[in-house]
């Protein structure tokens, strides 16, 4: 999480979606960077509602605006997948070595995902609070020059986006089978990439 408190913004971070690029790129900028624990780091909109905004409203900014990228559902997993087959996680229940993305797809779409594909929800993440707290600016992960001339127009600097923590390459490809059963069973991570700008 970047707080950058003149421009009364704050750039959640979602996991996988270039987060690490981003700190690097933006830390010298910001006011306050949260990088451990990684519960706080990535804290999605509703640990920020609890810990965070009555903070920032003591302080005299009740008017911060969130902002949070989200990625294409599939590719996302297919980052999560692709982290998961690091070396440093073999032979443990996270580790998806072994096992195609389709079988991983597969096990995510499940009610009761095992610990490898136990890896949130972007939908989940961003979610509104009864409270009104929302995200103000979604941006797509696809959609990198858009983000970086907002923020290049909010912060006024100008941004060198460096490629940070990419996970090797694999073989990402599914079913026609397993896309209907994540879109129909992850129907609003679909809704919030597509609603992104």
Known sequence: MLVFWKARLVFLAVPKTGTSAWESA?????????????ELKHAPVYRYNRFFRPMYEK?????????????????????WYRY???GFLEGKPTSTRGMSFDDFCQAYARDDRPAFANVGSQAKFIEPRPNGVSVTHLFRYENQS??????????DIAIDLPRENVSPRRDLEISKETEALLRATCAADFVAWENAR
């Not at 900028?29 to 624990?37: G, K």
């Not at 858009?146 to 912060?155: E, K, N, T």
């Open 26 to 38: 933006l830390m010298s900028f910001a006011s306050m960077t949260v990088l451990d624990p990684p």
């Open 59 to 79: 302080m005299g900014a009740p008017d911060m605006e969130l902002l949070a990228v989200v990625r294409e559902p599939v590719s996302w997993l297919g980052s």
């Open 84 to 86: 998961r087959q690091r």
């Open 146 to 155: 858009g983000l970086i001339d907002f923020l290049q127009d909010r912060l």
